[in-house]
């Protein structure tokens, strides 16, 4: 009965997605933090975040909120993306990762083999590094 009333109420509406899953994410950050600490600006801007969660879940204007979370993915991608690439750094043992100090270009090499040359393959640039 809730639930088919439910189901009428969303139909035509937006409903949840990646942006609001985020904000959702940040709501409960602000609000663990505010347990700690007694500052106003927080709840305002808690409050502000369940707002805009609630006004877009709810929106019928799906094609402008789908363009919102477009766009917030286009912006969080590179994010993720590089953390994703430093937690594996973190999990592989077997390689210690520096720059190219000539381009800036991620590179590896395997640990332990002392003081070795290394060949950038992005710039050509050759230089020694501990590996
Ligand atoms: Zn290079």
Redesign the pocket.
Known sequence: MIRRALTQFMTGRYGGDQLNLFLIVVYVILCVVGLFVRWGILEIISLVLVFVCLFRSFSRQIEKRRAENAKFLQFARPIVRSFNSLRARMADRDHRYFK??????Q?RVPRGKGRITVH??????TFEEKS
């Open positions: 190219c100090p000539n381009c800036g270009q590179m950038c393959r992005s710039c050509g640039a």
